[in-house]
């Protein structure tokens, strides 16, 4: 009994820091040194207790990404890394506004090229936004917005490999 105690009371002290979902609060005190079976124990009691909460923790990966400008693949990314249960995933992604992240991937394109238009500097930046977490599409999406609002034309076909005619 007394090991769950102090189970608990390390619990309480690592979620002082930041929030966990159940998977990493578990993970964590296992290797802080506490058995398996207590550290269950003390999770499922700060989950009864309402210190975690991973539908609440999901809410908020979800927006800190979305904010930092990361597409949905980035942000399905951090919840798997996270530990957060998969029938939570597609009710959090569905906050993401397409419109928002459509924004977001032109925000980041202008930044990134600061005015080129160069071919080579559109593909890299369209790269970087697909490991942003952005689709290929919306990837294209943006530079063709980013082309549109420059006034150099598409070019999209040359930078996407389709065949101008």
């Known amino acids: 009994m007394e090991n769950i105690e102090s189970t608990k009371k390390r619990a309480l002290k690592i979620l002082g820091n ?3 979902s159940e998977k990493e609060m578990i993970k964590r005190l296992v290797s802080k040194g506490e058995s398996q079976e207590d550290s269950e124990e003390a999770v499922a ?3 009864e207790m309402g210190y975690i909460n991973d539908s609440d923790y999901a809410t908020l990966i979800v927006r800190h990404y979305a904010s930092k400008g990361y597409g949905e693949a980035r942000v399905r990314d951090e919840l798997y890394k ?3 249960p998969r029938d939570l995933w597609d009710e959090n992604l569905a906050m993401l ?5 459509a924004d977001a991937a032109f ?3 202008k930044k990134k090229l600061r005015g080129s238009n160069d071919k080579d500097d559109l593909r890299r930046a369209s790269d970087a936004l697909v490991r942003r977490g952005f689709s ?3 990837a294209r999406a943006a530079v063709n917005r980013y082309l549109e609002e420059t006034r150099q034309g598409d070019g999209s076909s040359v930078l996407f490999g389709e065949d101008d005619d």
């Open 136 to 138: 290929y599409d919306g």
């Open 18 to 20: 930041r929030n966990f």
């Open 45 to 47: 009691w700060l989950v």
């Open 82 to 84: 996270r530990g957060i």
């Open 107 to 109: 925000e980041f394109l």
């Open 97 to 101: 506004d397409g419109e928002e992240s």
